[in-house]
């Protein structure tokens, strides 16, 4: 569970992110879910933006993503996107966990 000064600190980063995943009229499949899996292992923090003939709100998308992925954190939901975090896999790719787990 993320603290309120962590969420912040990732809504910071998040700020300047271009969104790295995209929903759209395919909706809420098992492949969306791998592809944030993938790049969730890489990136940690992502952006997802939500297209216009995507059926889900940025909400529900949350709440589905939570529900599927251990470990998954939303730590913003704004208009048609959203930012989740979750710690990578590898030890080698954890270099923002690090610094979150220090505030």
């Known amino acids: ?8 600190y990732l809504r910071s980063l ?5 969104p790295l995943i995209n929903l ?3 909706g809420l499949s098992t ?16 952006k997802i933006s939500l297209l216009p003939t995507a ?8 709440a589905y993503l939570s529900q599927e992925i ?3 954190e939303v730590a913003q939901v704004i208009g048609h996107s959203l930012v989740v975090y ?4 590898k030890a ?3 270099k923002l966990s690090v610094t979150l787990k220090k505030l």
């Open 1 to 8: 569970m993320l603290t309120g000064k962590q969420k912040r």
């Open 14 to 18: 998040a700020m300047t992110q271009r």
């Open 24 to 26: 759209g009229k395919n």
């Open 31 to 46: 492949t969306f879910v791998a592809g944030v899996v993938a790049a969730l292992n890489t990136h940690e923090l992502i």
């Open 55 to 62: 059926e889900a709100t940025a909400a529900q998308t949350g």
């Open 70 to 72: 251990p470990g998954l």
């Open 86 to 89: 979750r710690e990578a896999e």
């Open 92 to 94: 080698a790719d954890r």
